[in-house]
T-cell receptor, first 113, second 112 residues
Framework: GENVEQHPSTLSVQEGDSAVIKCTYS??????FPWYKQELGKRPQLIID?????GEKKDQRIAVTLNKTAKHFSLHITETQPEDSAVYFCAARSYQAGTALIFGKGTTLSVSS | NAGVTQTPKFQVLKTGQSMTLQCAQDMNHNSMYWYRQDPGMGLRLIYYSASEGTTDKGEVPNGYNVSRLNKREFSLRLESAAPSQTSVYFC???????????FGEGSWLTVV
């Protein structure tokens, strides 16, 4: 089935710097790639997503890029702020698991001021 | 807007006890899911249901059973709890058209 690898597991940046989190997936049939943010003790919440017919998508300070050939996608956060500190998860939709999302293991982002 | 509602929020079980986690959604979604979250392991799919009356195994189904009671409700049962099932459990729901899924607030389960 689908396997999603996420790197790095932890990331520390200074406020105002950029942060990049990378994921790879194994199932070439996957066509939907969301990113979730989870604050301590809270539920994961969608922050941005991209479909396989799009190479890049932006929403204010966050952007996601997708390389279907290489089967990897990345989350880019610019001008980081302390409130960006959280765990970020990438995911891919695998047809082998119906409509379910398969998640990476997460990246803990710490933004220091 | 209730969204996805899970009960209970916290539970402590003794090894061998059974319990059911309840989940209900009010967004008229066809698909529902149960995930578990453990430190360093991300969110792992236990079971999912693409429609009322159907259920399928996910990545880590052993030790669990599920019931899709109706379109709104999807329950997760631990028949004989083990310490390895200590985790945070998230229920989620979504449409079948390829859009994202929405999570409940989570259920913290400790098995001693």
């Amino acid at each position: 089935g689908e396997n999603v690898e996420q790197h790095p597991s932890t990331l520390s940046v200074q406020e105002g710097d950029s942060a990049v989190i990378k994921c790879t997936y194994s199932d070439s049939a996957s066509n939907y790639f969301p990113w979730y943010k989870q604050e301590l003790g809270k539920r994961p919440q969608l922050i941005i997503d991209i479909r396989s017919n799009v190479g890049e998508k932006k929403d204010q300070r966050i952007a996601v890029t997708l390389n279907k050939t290489a089967k990897h996608f990345s989350l880019h956060i610019t001008e980081t702020q302390p409130e960006d500190s959280a765990v970020y998860f990438c995911a891919a939709r695998s047809y082998q698991a119906g409509t379910a999302l398969i998640f990476g293991k997460g990246t803990t982002l710490s933004v220091s001021s | 807007n209730a969204g996805v509602t899970q009960t209970p929020k916290f539970q402590v079980l003794k090894t061998g006890q059974s319990m059911t986690l309840q989940c209900a959604q009010d967004m008229n979604h066809n698909s529902m899911y149960w995930y578990r979250q453990d430190p360093g392991m991300g969110l792992r799919l236990i079971y999912y249901s693409a429609s009322e009356g159907t259920t399928d195994k996910g990545e880590v189904p052993n030790g669990y059973n599920v019931s899709r009671l109706n379109k709104r409700e999807f329950s997760l049962r631990l028949e004989s709890a083990a310490p390895s099932q200590t985790s945070v459990y998230f229920c989620a729901s979504g449409t079948n058209s390829g859009n994202t899924i929405y999570f409940g607030e989570g259920s913290w389960l400790t098995v001693v």
